[in-house]
């Protein structure tokens, strides 16, 4: 089992920044060479992906709406996953959610197989 839990997030003004963590334990994202992911779920929405990670750090994906705004990175000897948010904007209000995969990084929720309970991240206007 991994046990993740995300923190760092709060309310923002728009425009400002955020850096969200998501630590693992249990048995480590290291330990499997996890790939790594972000969703997120605003009210009355569904959950959607945000950003993923590979491994090795190699490869990034990125939802359209927050590309060149969020970076995705990890620190496998720390067995956190970090998301930093720039240029904020209200519609980047969310639970913000991190999830573990045995697999390849993948846009799909499905792929994910642990999940955190989720921070709660607000952008004021």
């Known amino acids: 089992q991994v046990q993740l839990v995300e923190s760092g997030g709060g309310l923002v003004q728009a425009g400002g920044s955020l850096r969200l963590s998501c630590a693992a334990s249990g048995r480590t994202i290291s330990t499997y060479a996890m790939a790594m992911g972000w969703f997120r779920q605003a009210p009355g929405k569904e959950r959607e992906f945000v950003a993923a990670?590979?491994?090795?750090?190699?490869?990034?994906h990125y939802a359209d709406s927050v590309k060149d705004r969020f970076t995705i990175s990890r620190d496998n000897a720390k067995n956190t996953v970090y998301l930093q948010m720039n240029s904020l904007k209200p519609e980047d209000t969310a639970v913000y959610y991190c999830?573990?995969?045995?697999?390849?990084?993948?846009?799909?929720?499905?792929?994910?197989?642990?999940w955190g309970q989720g921070t709660q991240v607000t952008v004021s206007s």
């Open positions: 999830a573990a995969s045995r697999a390849m990084p993948t846009r799909l929720e499905a792929g994910y197989d642990y």
């Open positions: 990670i590979n491994w090795a750090s190699t490869r990034t």
